[in-house]
């Protein structure tokens, strides 16, 4: 067998396993699936938004590669501003976004994958595109889970500058349930970019109409914005939980933080014993408890949400008198609600134990399109704005709740990342659990209903034992039961390669996933 590819979409998995049919490695696998998904994926994935990518070589070295956005050098204005609220209605519940060219911070998306790519990768750039390039070029079926995103979010795929592109064959409606999505612009930007590589974004004519948007148009981007671009490459965070190493996504993310700091306070559960088998009652107090104690240690106690500016939560790791006053005091947390980003994830494993763990996301999108992608609106985007908006810090790398990881578990390894928002910390937390308290396979993992805690909501899936979801119920008087699982509880994507050499792919049927074992 030459791999396994889990990701938001089938054409996403399909493309990154061509890829490794063809001879390439786990990291031209993501690549070539994220270029892929930037197609089926629209809502989700675009050369406009950023992400990272947890990459683990063959041999054991973990790097981390952040390409997530970044703040305009010119600082905030409030005159002149492409930038206003527009109201998505959840069904549950009505939340507000803040979209137009205003909203757009420096998109990293392409340099992290020519980045990759150029350390990493082992065929050429033009194979690793031409999935997405004949994806565009002969169209996409949408499928329920991407129509319903754009539905979702009407209000951003309707502007003037996106409707052209996303309408559907019926009339007055976007993309429906087995319409044809052909995005030709797209084609001809991905084409330029394997011919004249990342460049041609950062510099050259793609860069130059993105910079003209947005100096037309009301945006804050220039020139030096997008030449001045830089994808980094981390150590990544490490973290030890039941004998198994977690490698994930360091600061100035907050998510790999954030997942590391809820196993480091479950460790004085003991989680799959008698007493605390899934689904108990103990179970889910511990798994809730954990999850407040992540929401006071992520708004630092005073609601600012500086999370990954002063390393609060690593020396809070490493300080037991810090830790056990964080479990004192979980019961105060009091946080406010989130946005719920667009996000996808994708993880592969290759036949040489070569992983990737992908992470990537456009915000809702700021409803300009350029070229057949939509620009991000993270400069719109609540929850990596936690000083408020036009509050932001000149030419600074944007935080993030992405947390692509990697478990090594005496020779199995596994890859996951989840899409989600603030529940992406929740999610992976539960699965991460799962795995290794108690005892399930992959695919149970990624299936086990899940719970999230915040501030003092809660919402649960439906599986729990009926006494469990009475008693969590009653604790929080804020809550509410889905009757299926759904993808507000996050979409977690994993690989898996056992200590023999199985090979496994789970994409998260929340959110419509796909697992491909080539």
């Given at each position: 067998m030459k791999g396994a590819v889990a990701a938001g979409h089938r054409l996403t998995a399909g493309a990154a396993a061509e890829i490794l049919r063809a001879g390439g490695n786990a990291f031209d696998a993501a690549v070539g699936g994220f270029f892929a998904a930037c197609v089926a994926e629209p809502a989700l994935a675009s050369l406009g938004g950023g992400g990272y990518l947890l990459a683990r070589e063959r041999g054991g070295r973990a790097s981390v590669f952040d390409f997530f956005t970044h703040t305009p050098g010119a600082g905030p204005r409030s005159r002149d501003l492409d930038f206003y609220p527009v109201t998505v209605d959840f069904g549950a519940a009505r939340q507000v976004f803040h979209i137009g060219l205003g909203a757009c911070a420096a998109p990293g998306a392409v340099r992290g994958m020519f980045a990759v790519h150029r350390d990493l990768g082992k065929l050429p750039m033009n194979e690793l595109i031409r999935p997405a390039v004949e994806l565009a070029r002969g169209g996409v079926a949408v499928n329920r889970f991407q129509s319903y995103l754009l539905e979702l979010l009407a209000p951003i795929f309707r502007t003037e500058s996106a409707l052209p592109l996303y309408a559907g064959a019926a009339p007055d409606k976007l993309l429906q349930p087995g319409d044809v999505f052909h995005n030709p612009p797209l084609a001809d930007a991905l084409e330029a970019l394997a011919a004249e590589g990342d460049a041609l974004f950062y510099e050259g004519d793609l860069g130059k109409r993105i910079v003209r948007a947005c100096s037309d148009g009301g945006g804050y981007l220039t020139r030096d914005d997008l030449k001045n671009y830089r994808a980094y490459r981390r150590a990544p965070l490490l973290a030890d939980y039941r004998g198994r190493r977690l490698a994930t996504n360091p600061a100035p993310a907050a998510g790999g933080l954030l997942v590391a700091f809820g196993l480091e306070f479950l460790k004085t559960v003991e989680l799959g014993k008698r007493g605390f088998e899934f689904g108990s009652i103990a179970a889910v107090k511990a798994l809730s408890d954990a999850q407040l104690a992540t929401c006071r240690l992520r708004d630092g106690g005073d609601g600012d949400g500086n999370f990954g500016d002063d390393g609060e939560l690593d020396n809070a790791m490493r300080d037991p008198q810090r830790m056990q006053q964080y479990r004192e005091q979980y019961r105060r947390v009091q946080t406010r609600t989130h946005a719920r980003r667009g996000t996808t994830h994708i993880s592969v494993i290759d036949a040489a134990r070569n992983i990737a763990s992908l992470s990537v996301s456009n915000g809702e999108g700021c409803g300009r399109v350029v070229d057949g992608f939509m620009l991000n609106n993270m400069l719109g985007e609540e929850d990596v704005n936690p000083r408020g908006f036009h509050k932001w810090r000149p030419n600074q790398r944007m935080a993030s709740m992405m947390a692509p990881s990697v478990i090594a578990d005496r020779g199995a390894l596994t890859a996951l990342g989840s899409g989600g928002s603030n529940r992406i910390r929740s999610a992976l937390l539960?699965?991460?659990?799962?795995?290794?308290?108690?005892?399930?396979?992959?695919?149970?993992?990624?299936?086990?209903?899940?719970?999230?805690?915040?501030?003092?909501?809660?919402?649960?899936?439906?599986?729990?034992?009926?006494?469990?979801?009475?008693?969590?119920?009653?604790?929080?008087?804020?809550?509410?039961?889905?009757?299926?699982?759904?993808?507000?509880?996050?979409?977690?994507?994993?690989?898996?390669?056992?200590?023999?050499?199985?090979?496994?792919?789970?994409?998260?049927?929340?959110?419509?996933?796909?697992?491909?074992?080539?």
């Amino acid at each position: 067998m030459k791999g396994a590819v889990a990701a938001g979409h089938r054409l996403t998995a399909g493309a990154a396993a061509e890829i490794l049919r063809a001879g390439g490695n786990a990291f031209d696998a993501a690549v070539g699936g994220f270029f892929a998904a930037c197609v089926a994926e629209p809502a989700l994935a675009s050369l406009g938004g950023g992400g990272y990518l947890l990459a683990r070589e063959r041999g054991g070295r973990a790097s981390v590669f952040d390409f997530f956005t970044h703040t305009p050098g010119a600082g905030p204005r409030s005159r002149d501003l492409d930038f206003y609220p527009v109201t998505v209605d959840f069904g549950a519940a009505r939340q507000v976004f803040h979209i137009g060219l205003g909203a757009c911070a420096a998109p990293g998306a392409v340099r992290g994958m020519f980045a990759v790519h150029r350390d990493l990768g082992k065929l050429p750039m033009n194979e690793l595109i031409r999935p997405a390039v004949e994806l565009a070029r002969g169209g996409v079926a949408v499928n329920r889970f991407q129509s319903y995103l754009l539905e979702l979010l009407a209000p951003i795929f309707r502007t003037e500058s996106a409707l052209p592109l996303y309408a559907g064959a019926a009339p007055d409606k976007l993309l429906q349930p087995g319409d044809v999505f052909h995005n030709p612009p797209l084609a001809d930007a991905l084409e330029a970019l394997a011919a004249e590589g990342d460049a041609l974004f950062y510099e050259g004519d793609l860069g130059k109409r993105i910079v003209r948007a947005c100096s037309d148009g009301g945006g804050y981007l220039t020139r030096d914005d997008l030449k001045n671009y830089r994808a980094y490459r981390r150590a990544p965070l490490l973290a030890d939980y039941r004998g198994r190493r977690l490698a994930t996504n360091p600061a100035p993310a907050a998510g790999g933080l954030l997942v590391a700091f809820g196993l480091e306070f479950l460790k004085t559960v003991e989680l799959g014993k008698r007493g605390f088998e899934f689904g108990s009652i103990a179970a889910v107090k511990a798994l809730s408890d954990a999850q407040l104690a992540t929401c006071r240690l992520r708004d630092g106690g005073d609601g600012d949400g500086n999370f990954g500016d002063d390393g609060e939560l690593d020396n809070a790791m490493r300080d037991p008198q810090r830790m056990q006053q964080y479990r004192e005091q979980y019961r105060r947390v009091q946080t406010r609600t989130h946005a719920r980003r667009g996000t996808t994830h994708i993880s592969v494993i290759d036949a040489a134990r070569n992983i990737a763990s992908l992470s990537v996301s456009n915000g809702e999108g700021c409803g300009r399109v350029v070229d057949g992608f939509m620009l991000n609106n993270m400069l719109g985007e609540e929850d990596v704005n936690p000083r408020g908006f036009h509050k932001w810090r000149p030419n600074q790398r944007m935080a993030s709740m992405m947390a692509p990881s990697v478990i090594a578990d005496r020779g199995a390894l596994t890859a996951l990342g989840s899409g989600g928002s603030n529940r992406i910390r929740s999610a992976l937390l539960q699965v991460i659990s799962n795995l290794a308290d108690f005892r399930m396979d992959a695919a149970a993992a990624v299936a086990a209903p899940r719970l999230h805690v915040e501030g003092a909501q809660l919402r649960m899936e439906a599986g729990f034992p009926a006494a469990t979801i009475n008693a969590a119920t009653r604790d929080l008087g804020d809550h509410r039961v889905f009757n299926e699982p759904h993808m507000f509880f996050g979409g977690v994507h994993l690989a898996q390669v056992t200590r023999h050499g199985k090979l496994s792919a789970i994409g998260d049927p929340r959110r419509d996933g796909a697992g491909v074992v080539v």
